[in-house]
């Protein structure tokens, strides 16, 4: 079974620009989050979908940052214009939110994009 | 909001030898879940083992074991014969169980800040 794709692997940017990451989740999972890592720290959730709907936005720098999984099945994350505060690792993770499976709370993640905001 | 503490910033543990990592967490919620999530340099986030709050019993797999103290809300992982392979930074985590029959609610895990192991050889 394929996991969590993730790409690309590294970006970096001067600030004010922009720039945008992709996942594509393990298939059949309907439930997409991102993550954002900043050095020394604990991944911090930016957004989670259930399909395509925006379930937990709650944490999202919404002035800047921006989520979409149009069909429900990959996503892209943006950030326009980004901040030097911007540099971190973005992960992707997706879970299965189907009754009875036994891994349905578990939640697995792609290898992330290191993003360098100079 | 739940709050997931590690007070180890860094553990140093020799080959073969036993090591605990520690965890505390702060909810008022009486349904959840605890994880270990072990973060090698490729950066890629492995579930190591999880808990569910309801169980009494402690969760293990293979090498890996917790000690689930719900009442103190504490969380620590063990890992016994400990090899190279296991050098890696460790999150904790927690996660709620509130939606878990309802299906499609906030269910974000939250994580501690990391606690970094080296295995001595």
């Known amino acids: 079974e394929a996991g969590v794709a993730q790409s690309p692997r590294y970006k970096i940017i001067e600030k004010r620009q922009s720039v945008a990451f992709w996942c594509n989740p393990i298939?059949?999972?309907?439930?997409l989050y991102w993550y954002q890592q900043i050095l020394g720290q604990g991944p911090k959730l930016l957004i989670q979908f259930q399909n395509n709907g925006v379930v937990d936005d709650s944490q999202l720098p919404k002035d800047r940052f921006s989520a979409e999984r149009l069909k429900g099945v990959d996503s892209t994350l943006k950030i326009q214009p980004a901040k030097l505060e911007d540099s971190a690792v973005y992960l992707c993770?997706?879970?299965?939110?189907?009754?009875?499976?036994?891994?349905?709370?578990?939640?697995?993640f792609g290898a992330g994009t290191r993003l360098s905001v100079l | 909001a739940q709050t997931v503490t590690q007070s180890q910033p860094e553990m140093s543990v020799q080959e073969a030898e036993t090591v605990t990592l520690s965890c505390t967490y702060d909810?008022?919620?009486?349904?959840?879940?605890l994880f270990w999530y072990k973060q090698p340099p490729s950066r890629q986030m492995i579930l190591v083992i999880r808990q569910e709050a309801y169980k009494q019993q402690n969760a293990t797999e293979n090498r890996f074991s917790v000690n689930f103290q719900k009442a103190a809300k504490s969380f620590s992982l063990k890992i016994s014969d400990s090899q190279l392979g296991d050098a890696a930074m460790y999150f904790c985590?927690?996660?709620?169980?509130?939606?878990?029959?309802?299906?499609?609610?906030?269910?974000?895990?939250?994580f501690g800040k990391g606690t970094h192991l080296i295995i001595q050889p």
């Open positions: 993770a997706s879970s299965s939110s189907l009754q009875g499976v036994e891994a349905k709370n578990i939640q697995y």
């Open positions: 298939s059949g999972h309907a439930t």
């Open positions: 985590a927690y996660r709620t169980g509130t939606f878990e029959y309802s299906g499609g609610g906030a269910d974000g895990l939250t």
């Open positions: 909810t008022s919620e009486s349904d959840y879940y």
